[in-house]
C-alpha cells in the first residue's frame, strides 16, 4: 500500500496569511494526487484533483503541485472560511490511500 | 444535483452484522463507481471499499476483506455496504461517495454520513 504523510499536522496561521501544506507518497502517484477540505462536524469537500485541478466552485486562492512523491497544497490568502482540516489522498491505486489530515487553526 | 443519503447505522455488539445503504439521486446511477469512506472519532479518512457502475468489480481495503460486501442496485439507484463479524475498530462515520468521472478514485461527492458503533 502506499502511504500518504502530511506536513505540518497542525498549524496556525492568521487571516490574509499565505499557507503551504505538504504531502509526501511512500512511492510515486504520478500526478494521481487529491486535495480536500473537512470542517468540523462537516462532510469532506474536493478540492484539488490530479494534482493541481481546482474542483468546480472551488475558489481561486487554493492551488495545487507537484508530481510523483512530493506534493503541496497552497492558500494564497487565509480566509475565515478555511480553517478546517485538509487531506490529501492518493488515486493512484487500490487501496486509494489518505494523509493523516494537517488542521488549520486561527492564530 | 447530486445527492447522497446513507441510512443503517447504528449501535450493534461485536460480532454482529448491519447493513448500510445510501440512495443516490441526480445522476445517471449506472455510469458512476461508488465507494464507501469511513472516519473513526477523531480520527482520519479511510477508503473502505469500491464498485463499479456495472457492479460486476470490487475492491476492499485488506482490513475488511471477507467481512464487509459492496452491492448496488440499479433499479433502487441504493449502494450498500453489508458488515459482518463486526470489530471495535470498525466503530465510524461511514460516507458513501461518488467517483469523479466514473471511475478515477477521486471522490467528488459525498453524502452526510452513517455513524456504526460497535460496542458491548
Known amino acids: 500500500d502506499i502511504q500518504m504523510t502530511q506536513s505540518p499536522s497542525s498549524l496556525s496561521a492568521s487571516v490574509g496569511d499565505r499557507v503551504t501544506i505538504t504531502c509526501r507518497a511512500s512511492?510515486?502517484?504520478?500526478?494521481?494526487l487529491n486535495w480536500y477540505q473537512q470542517k468540523p462536524g462537516k462532510v469532506p469537500k474536493l478540492l484539488i484533483y490530479?494534482?493541481?485541478s481546482l474542483q468546480s466552485g472551488v475558489p481561486s486562492r487554493f492551488s495545487g503541485s507537484g508530481s510523483g512523491t512530493d506534493f503541496s497544497l497552497t492558500i494564497s490568502s487565509l480566509q475565515p472560511e478555511d480553517f478546517a482540516t485538509y487531506y490529501c489522498?492518493?488515486?493512484?491505486?487500490?487501496?486509494?490511500?489518505f494523509g493523516q489530515g494537517t488542521k488549520v487553526e486561527i492564530k | 444535483e447530486v445527492q447522497l443519503l446513507e441510512s443503517g447505522g447504528g449501535l450493534v455488539q461485536p460480532g454482529g452484522s448491519l447493513r448500510l445503504s445510501c440512495a443516490a439521486s441526480?445522476?445517471?446511477?449506472?455510469?458512476?463507481?461508488m465507494s464507501w469512506v469511513r472516519q473513526a472519532p477523531g480520527k482520519g479518512l479511510e477508503w473502505v471499499s469500491a464498485?463499479?457502475?456495472?457492479?460486476?468489480?470490487?475492491y476492499y481495503v485488506d482490513s475488511v476483506k471477507g467481512r464487509f460486501t459492496i452491492s448496488r442496485d440499479k433499479s433502487k439507484n441504493t449502494l450498500y455496504l453489508q458488515m459482518n463479524s463486526l470489530r471495535a475498530e470498525d466503530t465510524a462515520v461511514y460516507y458513501c461517495?461518488?467517483?469523479?468521472?466514473?471511475?478515477?478514485?477521486?471522490?467528488?461527492?459525498w453524502g452526510q454520513g452513517t455513524l456504526v458503533t460497535v460496542s458491548s
Open positions: 461517495a461518488t467517483e469523479l468521472g466514473g471511475w478515477s478514485r477521486v471522490f467528488d461527492s
Open positions: 441526480g445522476f445517471t446511477f449506472s455510469s458512476y463507481a
Open positions: 464498485i463499479s457502475g456495472s457492479g460486476l468489480t470490487t
Open positions: 512511492q510515486s502517484v504520478s500526478s494521481f
Open positions: 490530479g494534482a493541481s
Open positions: 489522498q492518493q488515486s493512484h491505486s487500490t487501496p486509494q490511500t
